[in-house]
């Protein structure tokens, strides 16, 4: 064999090793384009305004994940031609007397709804004054929180305890008289959306303090008071006077272990989702019981801005725990836009108190039209307290 056709077999040798690396590289490369393609069509699709019902994968056997909530048929637990347990009071608060124009026609449903009902607004200054004059120990605090927001949290708890009455956050439309709801029970705390809680916190419940109902003195709301100083510390606001610090209480309250959902299993969580509803602890009757309702009469309504999220998690579902696909399941059967038969109150998730933020580091760009409060409702009432320093 001569040395021209041996360098031509060596050429064509090579040729060939580079067309198979080249086939080799080829597959590689069509099959991640594939996966890239795959990925962004499940983004895209599950991140835009999400439809009215969501659709899980082809290969759920939904008959396996129970829903955790039933189906309401019937109205709100009441006592037919009961006196009221808690009083008549709808209690709402803003920093100042001028309330965003968007939140107008949910602080009138109150109203219209309810138009025998006392109602009460209260601001920052109305409401330090009377927690100087019943709750002084809790002034410094007041004074020197990390957030507005706190002021907020704090209080609800205060006017509850002192008053008694509804307190519902100025983004909560009413849909219905709530006279039928205040016979049966002395305390009545929602939990937020069960997604909410399961598929965004992984967590079986988290007491959303939004729209509490409660008469006055009740020794939970007792109990929220004093805990308040001992999470004064803590830097995040959920866990110090929001939604977090009322769950832990209320879990301590009921004796749910140390108060906390961190120790347990995702089977232990489950199991405790599904006995969510109700008076825990407490009998049925017992006036210092907290009864969670279904979350269907006052707390169903999904933040339209996490509703997506949902969305693309449930799409994954193989990968998720039973206790996450329940809620996948339950999401799927309800939809994200629920029909509310027999629901009181919706909230509508305008995430005022992140107005602190933006205000903290500089990206409040524009003040919004503002309205007074004695415009917006004439009967308004205005704590007139004794301290005036």
Known sequence: MGLKSTLRRGVRILDKIRVQQFNKNGHIIFIAILLIAAITVLIVGTFKIPPDKIILPFYVDRQKYPMYQPDVIEDFPTVANGQPKIPHIIHQTWNSQCVYEEN???IQSFVNKNPDWEYYFWTDKSARNLVKERHIYLLSYWDNVRRGVQRGDILRYVVLYEFGGVYADVDVENLRPLDRVTTKY??????EPL????????IPYLINNGIILCSPKHPF???????LLDHSEDTNVLSATGPLFVTRQYNIYNRVADGTFDHMTSD???ELTDHMIGTGAFRDDDDSAVYVPNTHFFTDRIDSGIGGLFNFKCKWFF????????????LEHKGL????????????????WALDYKRLYGLSYYVKKCTEISKIVPKVKIYQYRVTN
């Open 268 to 270: 232990d969580k489950m």
């Open 195 to 202: 997604e909410h809680n399961v598929i965004r916190y992984r």
């Open 104 to 106: 107008i026609p949910y």
């Open 337 to 352: 836009h629920r029909q509310p038969t027999f629901t009181y109150t919706v909230h509508h998730w305008h995430h005022s």
């Open 186 to 191: 002395s305390c009545i705390i929602p939990t």
């Open 221 to 227: 709301m007792k109990m929220l008071l004093d805990k």
């Open 319 to 330: 990968l998720l725990s039973n206790f996450t696909k329940r809620a996948c399941v339950e």
